[in-house]
């Protein structure tokens, strides 16, 4: 089944098991570097299996940045920890924290999406809000201040999705049209140039956008009719295009209209399609396209087998689920990220445990450890 994503994820609330609710009974979990708090185990100790962050079960939306996490709960209360020296906690100051803080005392936080050092959200009410470094802009506040404390992404009240890359974000609105902002190296923005924007800027004329996200330098999304789009920076082949060249305005990825999820990581690609295949493309060097190998592709290669992938989530390193609920791991493994019980990398999917009600996973592009909820 096609489903709209949210930070290049299956829309919170999806459930590979029932029906899709918001009402949901899911414990945190998390593992790979503790460093700065990351983990929210109240430490900064890495793991290399999943640990559950305390002991609620009411987690709903999650998102991962550089070293600092983001989740809201079933009350629509929004919370942070990990690093916070731009304040992209959120939380009025820039004190790391080691354990979820709620951020204020307001409930009606909807989608969460994190940066490397920045926070995003999308209220209930369709406004957008933003905090942390706002460096080229990626704030889209119309400055490059830093903010400590959440502040309304101008007036509107019809954004639906929000991803962010490394320095630039991305979001759509509910009529379907993508807009970007933040830095514009290497044409990441998608805007025909590659100039730094700092206010939401309208990615072309489609109103068709369906799953987004934002690379470490780059862009990927689909459309509803089931197209492939990337641009951006392209050293790596990331962008599909079976070259190296970079685009500063969507282009097609081959003729195919099957493509459903699509996540950009640190420097690859990797994405869903609609008959549950999984395929990935770019850099290679820690095996984590799941070819077995450590060889670049340019474009899209078929990841195993398999044609029942449900979610993916990617760093330099790889997290995907199936329709039966069991987690895959593979890539770059430091600090334990892929939860395999040590710091080996791996070239192929290597399931993570034994259980099969793993849940919602974040967008990770920036991120050196991983998240997941447990249905």
């Known amino acids: 089944m096609s489903m709209r994503w949210q930070g290049g994820i299956v829309k919170p609330g ?3 098991l029932g029906p899709q609710t918001e009402e949901t009974f899911n414990t945190l979990y998390s593992w790979g570097s503790g460093a700065q708090g990351s983990l929210g185990l109240g430490d900064l100790i890495s793991r290399s299996s999943p640990v559950q962050v305390g002991s609620l079960n009411t ?3 999650i ?6 996490s983001l989740a809201t709960n079933n009350n629509k209360e929004l919370y942070a920890w990990g690093y916070n ?3 992209q906690l959120g939380l009025g100051d820039t004190t790391k924290r080691s354990s979820p803080v709620q951020v204020g005392a307001l409930t009606n936080w909807d989608k969460v999406a994190a940066g490397s050092t920045s926070g995003f959200s999308i209220k209930t009410d369709g406004t957008l809000w933003a905090w942390g470094r706002g460096r080229d802009g990626r704030l889209g506040l119309g400055n490059t201040t830093d903010y400590s404390s959440p502040v309304q992404v101008g007036a509107l009240t019809d954004w639906d999705q929000v991803v962010s890359g490394e320095s630039h974000t991305l979001a759509t609105k509910t009529d379907g049209t993508l807009w970007s902002w933040g830095n514009g190296t290497d044409g990441r923005l998608g805007l025909g140039d590659t100039a730094d924007r700092s206010s939401p800027v309208q990615v072309g004329a489609l109103a068709t956008w369906n799953s987004i996200s ?5 862009s990927v999304a689909t459309t509803t009719d089931g197209k492939l789009y990337a641009w951006g920076r392209n050293l790596d082949g990331q962008l599909g295009q079976n070259n190296t060249t970079d685009y500063s305005s969507p282009v097609q990825v081959g003729a195919l209209t099957t493509w459903d999820k699509v996540v950009g990581a640190r420097f690859f690609s990797i994405a869903v399609k609609t008959d549950g295949t999984l395929w990935a493309w770019g850099n290679n060097a820690q095996g984590q396209l799941g070819q077995g190998n450590i060889t670049n592709r340019s474009s899209p290669v078929q990841v195993g087998a398999l044609t029942n992938w449900s979610q993916v989530a990617a760093a330099s390193h790889c997290l995907a689920t199936t ?3 069991t987690l895959y791991a593979w890539g770059y493994n430091y600090a334990g990220r892929l939860g395999l019980g040590d710091t080996t990398n791996r070239s192929s999917p290597v399931q993570v445990g034994a259980l099969t009600t793993w849940g ?3 967008i990770l592009s920036q991120s050196f450890f991983s998240l997941a909820l447990q249905l």
Not at 63 to 68: C, L, S
Not at 214 to 218: C, N, Q, V
């Open 14 to 16: 999806f459930n590979p």
């Open 59 to 61: 987690w709903l939306k």
């Open 63 to 68: 998102a991962a940045g550089n070293y600092q």
């Open 85 to 87: 020296v731009q304040g």
């Open 214 to 218: 934002g690379g470490d330098d780059f």
């Open 323 to 325: 329709t039966d609920g």
């Open 360 to 362: 919602e996973l974040p």
